[in-house]
């Protein structure tokens, strides 16, 4: 387990152990969200990269009819 500090400005600093395990870059961006007493880091995905990745599945069973 790793240690952060949350400063003044509302900067956290990763330790790099831990960003190297996860494979966090520089100027990666992260969606940010609240479970809890938690704060998670999601990477975040650019949608335009999700185009066609769904192509012939089947969804016959998931809408409500």
């Given at each position: 387990?790793?240690?952060?500090?949350?400063?003044a400005d509302?900067?956290?600093h990763i330790p790099a152990a831990l960003r190297k395990s996860v494979g966090a870059k520089p100027?990666?961006?992260f969606d940010?969200?609240?479970k809890g007493s938690m704060i998670v880091l999601v990477p975040a995905v650019d949608?335009?990269?999700l185009r066609g990745s769904?192509?012939?599945?089947?969804?016959s069973d998931y809408r409500e009819k």
């Open positions: 387990m790793s240690n952060a500090v949350l400063k509302g900067n956290i100027g990666q961006k940010v969200i609240a949608v335009r990269t769904a192509r012939g599945a089947d969804t």
